[in-house]
């Protein structure tokens, strides 16, 4: 079955830049959403089709998708965005979530 | 405004029976393709299960062929049937919507938790 694996953990100053990669197997050929999830809430889309943001998503948030590594960005990292990542795409018709990425914000 | 409303978890004994439902409001089910996304405590989400609007329906392995996804339009509320419940199905299911039919989810519910337990 298909796997999106992602680093457990990020940190990042308040102001920098935190990168969270997502790998899988020509996964550039894929589409590929974000999603973040604070604690005790539910997930919220915060990139789509690789590097759209919906409505409403900061313009900090950005990313990027090519041959096996998708890339979500975040710049000038705020405190609220402290919280879990999770990428995903599709193969075959299913669903496949990512591994999860903790950013903690320094 | 979209919504989506799970309800239906609760403790259920090991091989046993339930089924969710997720009330949807400010849109209809039956033009957008919906998904049942787990998530076991302390653990990342799992996709479950996918209904096109065209009905045609998908499975993750770990439920395929104890789980069954379907649609009431007249009450605009999809279900998940579980059966066969297993200790590791334990997890707050999530209830999400991909409104353009562009496979990322837009809009998600709130969660109901599931416990099995023997």
């Known amino acids: 079955s298909y796997e999106l694996t992602q680093t457990p953990s990020v940190s990042a100053s308040a102001g920098q830049t935190a990168s969270i990669t997502c790998s899988g197997d020509k996964l550039g050929d894929k589409y590929v959403s974000w999603y973040q999830q604070r604690p005790g809430q539910s997930p919220v889309l915060v990139i789509h089709h690789d590097s759209k943001r919906p409505s409403g998503i900061p313009e900090r948030f950005s990313g990027s998708n090519s041959v096996n590594t998708a890339t979500l960005t975040i710049s000038g990292t705020q405190a609220m965005d402290e919280a879990d990542y999770y990428c995903q795409a599709w193969d075959s018709s299913t669903g496949v979530f990512g591994t999860g990425t903790k950013v903690i914000v320094l | 405004e979209v919504q989506l409303v799970e309800s239906g978890g609760g403790l259920v004994q090991t091989g046993g029976s339930l089924r969710l439902s997720c009330v949807a409001s400010?849109?209809?089910?039956?033009?957008?393709?919906m998904s049942w996304v787990r998530q076991a405590p302390g653990k990342g989400l799992e996709w479950v299960s996918i209904?096109?609007?065209?009905?045609?329906?998908y499975y993750a392995d770990s439920v395929k062929g104890r789980f069954t996804i379907s649609r009431d339009n007249s009450k605009n509320t999809v279900y998940l049937q579980m059966k066969s419940l297993r200790a590791e199905d334990t997890a707050v299911y999530y209830c999400?919507?991909?409104?353009?039919?562009?496979?990322?989810?837009?809009?998600w519910g709130q969660g109901t938790l599931v416990t099995v337990s023997s």
């Open positions: 209904i096109y609007s065209g009905n045609n329906t």
């Open positions: 400010g849109f209809t089910v039956s033009s957008s393709y």
């Open positions: 999400a919507r991909d409104g353009a039919a562009e496979f990322h989810f837009d809009s």
